[in-house]
Structures are given as C-alpha cells and as structure tokens.
C-alpha cells in the first residue's frame, strides 16, 4: 500500500540523508510520481519528509489505465521506452494485476490526488510523454495539473515530451530523454539555491 510505501522511504531516507540541511526533493515516476503527490497531500505523510521542498514527477499516475502495457495488459520494455538496449530487461511484477492490493491502492490514491491540493510551498516540475502513453492518461494528467494550478494556485511547471512512451527520463534524446534529464537538475539546482519561481 502507499502507506507502506511511505513508511520504507521515510526509513531509507532517516538512514542514508547525511545532511538534514540540504533540500529534500522527491522524484517520481509513474506510481512513484502519484507516491510523491500523495505524499505532500497527507500531512502525516509529510512529517516524515523534513525540509521537503519541491517533486519532480515523471508521467504520474495521477491518471492510471486501467490495463497498463501491451494489449494483454502485460508490462513490457518496448511499450515503456524506444531504447532498445533496454529491451532485455526483466519486469517484476509484468502486470498489476499481479498485485492486486497495490493495484487497487493505486486507483484509490489516483482519485485522491484531484481531490486534494499540493501545497503551495511546493514547487513541482511535471514531464509527461505522448497522449499515446500505454500507462498513464496524458491528457488528464494535464488537465490535474491545470487544476492544480488554477484551483489551487499550485507552482507547477509542465512539459510534454512529444512521441516519447511512458519511460521518460530514459527515452532516447529525439524524444526527449536528454531533455528531462537536464531539466531535472536545473530544477533541482534552483530549489537548492531557493530560487524556483517560474
């Protein structure tokens, strides 16, 4: 479940955060993204986050599919990026369905995340793929952003990566892979510096 889910990351986080006074930025990908965001939305969550400062979210599954991947609804490497020399990777579990417990708890906290605001003291830089992504809803993933930010006045900074899948930051450069990457740490470096309005 996410709540467990969050009790392992505060856990890793107490253990290897050497120094408690550098930012804190959460990165997330995919149900690590909609972690992220639900993550900032609970406040009991948050306390085990100290010095939080902004998320950098990767195709969040704010907006899941329902079947996710291939037309079996099977996990696979050439449905989540171009990169072919990623294609001998193993995936575990090759399906939500697999697990479904988390998969529920992930549609659950996908609704969620429209229900709730992020807080306003965190700033967030979104990448979502091609409105063709086999995982995640794009087109709704833009318009929980819009709303985040009109109904809310969230401080979010979005881009779409034309043509990539589901795997951004480990897309090829023509779609945009570079691109997230370097982003990323501008984004991250500027929170650092406090200097993140956009």
Known sequence: TFNSLTKIAALVLKQYRADTSR???????????????????????????????????????????????????????????????????????????????????????????????????????????????????TIEIKKWARLQRTKFNVNILASQCVGARHELDNELPEYGGTFVRAQSSIFAAALARKTTSF
């Open 23 to 137: 930012p804190l930025i959460i990165a997330g990908w995919s149900a690590g993204g909609l972690h992220a965001v639900r993550i900032v939305q609970t406040p009991r969550w948050r306390q085990a986050f100290p010095g939080l400062r902004g998320l950098i979210l990767y195709a969040p599954g704010v907006s899941v599919k329902t079947c996710v991947g291939d037309q079996f609804c099977q996990i696979t490497n050439e449905t989540l990026t171009h990169d072919s020399s990623l294609r001998e990777r193993d995936i575990q579990p090759g399906s939500p369905l697999y697990r479904l417990k988390f998969a529920a708890d992930l549609l659950l906290n996908s609704w969620l995340s429209w229900r709730k605001p992020i807080p306003l003291d965190i700033p967030i830089l979104l990448f979502v793929g091609s409105d063709g992504d086999r995982y995640v809803k």
